[in-house]
């Protein structure tokens, strides 16, 4: 099994759709957590850390579930630009390590 | 500001040549150092990170090693390349631990073995 675990999609979305990703972890040592973005043969690029209290940026929010081990991103109001896959990623370990679950790979249709 | 710089951004080698890509940091010191793969339809994977000069662990086993000669240089090589170690290398960095938790990648390598 993996540490983190994502749902590969795709997830094919209209234009201003609200979409949901969500993320387990099965290491409870875990210490951060965040979402990256990937676009296509590109390095991943920080979208946002991910707190206990839930956080917001934008039309993004992100969500964090400790008890259950569980991580989630909702993008509102899709746009085109989302288009992209989505990795989520949890920091463990004295050398703050990060895992990287397999990514969802959204598309937003026209 | 601080940036992350690897080389080359692409390369095809035949099976059983050597490798070296290379990674640098400017605009801060004693960073963590990482090397990432990504093969084809699957995630990242880390290879190797270090903590600083001359410290070096591995994830691992494989046909690859990791050298730190300087501060914010970061090098991934091979004697021997295998038809496996295709994939998409990134280096990557973040401040000492307790300094702040963003990890901040290279533009990558691509590499193909053939």
């Known amino acids: 099994r993996k540490e983190v675990e994502q749902d590969p999609g795709p997830f094919n979305v209209p234009e201003g759709a609200t979409v949901a990703f969500n993320c387990t972890y099965s290491?409870?040592?875990?210490?951060?957590f965040f979402w990256y973005r990937q676009d296509c043969r590109k390095e991943p690029k920080l979208l946002m850390s991910?707190?206990?209290s839930g956080n917001e940026d934008g039309r993004f929010t992100a969500q964090l579930n400790r008890a259950s081990q569980y991580i989630s991103l909702l993008i509102r109001d899709s746009k085109l630009s989302d288009s992209a896959t989505y990795l989520c990623?949890?920091?463990?370990?004295?050398?703050?390590?990060?895992?990287f679950g397999t990514g969802t790979l959204l598309a937003v249709q026209p | 500001s601080q940036t992350i710089h690897q080389w080359p951004a692409t390369l095809v080698q035949p099976v059983g040549s050597p490798l070296s890509l290379e990674c640098t940091v400017e605009?801060?010191?004693?960073?963590?150092l990482y090397w990432y793969r990504q093969a084809a339809g699957r995630g990242l994977q880390l290879l190797f990170y270090s903590v600083g000069i001359g410290q070096i662990s591995s994830e691992v086993p494989q046909n690859l090693s990791a050298s730190r000669p300087q501060d914010r240089q970061f090098i991934l090589s091979s004697k021997k390349l295998l038809l496996s170690d295709s994939g998409f290398y990134l280096c990557?960095?973040?401040?000492?631990?307790?300094?702040?938790?963003?990890?901040?990648f290279g533009e990558g390598s691509w590499l193909t073995v053939v």
């Open positions: 990557a960095w973040k401040l000492r631990q307790n300094s702040g938790n963003t990890i901040y």
């Open positions: 290491n409870s040592a875990s210490q951060s």
């Open positions: 990623v949890v920091m463990r370990g004295a050398t703050n390590k990060l895992i």
């Open positions: 991910v707190y206990s």
């Open positions: 605009g801060t010191s004693n960073p963590n």
